[in-house]
């Protein structure tokens, strides 16, 4: 994902010449493609996020468009206070990129699990949302905000993620269906989409299981919502995040006040501290929440069989 970006937001400044990107003392190995063919428009701020923040809103507000790039946690928590004031309530043209979300970096420990990035960046004023699933998301979605004129947040997983469906065109805003299925539908926020896909496969003599990227978050795309919940016997939302403020929080939200509405159940990291206070690799890290592809298929069984 991060190396789709990279060649994303390069091809992008190449013709843009007031589009910059400034980065917190990482992306070693990872940057230098962008830093070696655009060094004018490249700073390295050092371990300074929140000086990086301000630095970037002064930039965008005299004209130009700023993408920030850093660790999940240090790009959205450490600087909240200059993302709200500088960035947002300037309306200014930054884009928060974060890399590493979820339990990408599990074998950091909590200080790198970013698993409250949506919640808080979704609170902000003016702020889109953004998580995509796959390296094609990744690309359009950077090509997107590039142009929006508006804050927004981009949620990188790190690399390695497949592609998980075509290439084909498609509005970013709007949530893109993987896997057709009507008698459960997940909706799932970012890379962890291919659990989910694997999850619909195990279920598939039992149950239609479909599968939607809702990699847009804020907004969300509430009557795509609604149209699928007058469609299908249960939804499910899956996120790499706790289920407060994220994507289980959105859909339920919209869906509140919906008549005969189906049941929303969401499957997200639990707020208990033996579950997210631990380190260890990813794989193990979402086995241990509840969210590997065997977890998902039997936590959806017994959801459906309570109905």
Request: hydrophobic fraction near 45%.
């Amino acid at each position: 994902m991060r190396n789709t970006f990279v060649a994303a937001l390069t091809e992008l400044a190449e013709r843009n010449p007031n589009l910059w990107l400034l980065c917190g003392d990482l992306g070693f190995s990872v940057l230098e493609h962008f830093a070696s063919r655009i060094p004018e428009r490249y700073v390295n701020v050092g371990v300074a996020e929140q000086n990086m923040a301000g630095v970037a809103a002064g930039i965008a507000l005299s004209g130009k468009t700023v993408f920030i790039y850093s660790i999940g946690n240090f790009s959205t928590f450490r600087c909240l206070e200059q993302l709200r004031n500088d960035v947002c309530y300037h309306g200014a043209d930054v884009k928060v990129v974060s890399v590493g979300a979820g339990f990408a970096y599990g074998s950091q420990g909590y200080t790198h699990h970013a698993i409250e990035d949506v919640a808080v960046m979704s609170a902000l004023p003016g702020m889109e949302v953004f998580v995509p699933c796959d390296p094609h998301e990744v690309r359009t979605i950077t090509t997107a905000i590039a142009t929006s004129g508006r804050p927004s947040y981009l949620r990188l997983s790190r690399s390695g993620e497949p592609v998980l469906a075509g290439s084909e065109a498609w509005e970013p805003r709007t949530p893109r269906v993987l896997r057709q299925g009507r008698d459960v539908v997940i909706l799932a926020s970012g890379p962890i989409a291919s659990a989910c896909l694997e999850a619909a496969e195990v279920l598939a003599s039992e149950m239609a299981v479909g599968v939607v990227s809702a990699a847009c978050l804020k907004p969300l795309d509430e009557g795509f919502v609604r149209e699928l919940a007058g469609e299908a016997r249960a939804i499910v939302t899956v996120e790499e995040h706790i289920a407060r403020g994220g994507l289980y929080a959105a859909v339920a939200t919209c869906l509140a006040a919906a008549r005969g509405r189906p049941p929303v159940f969401g499957l997200a990291i639990p707020e208990v501290a033996g579950k997210i206070s631990t380190a260890g690799d990813r794989d193990a890290l979402l086995a241990r929440a509840g969210l590997s592809a065997a977890a998902i298929a039997q936590r959806i069984r017994n959801a459906i069989g309570g109905l």
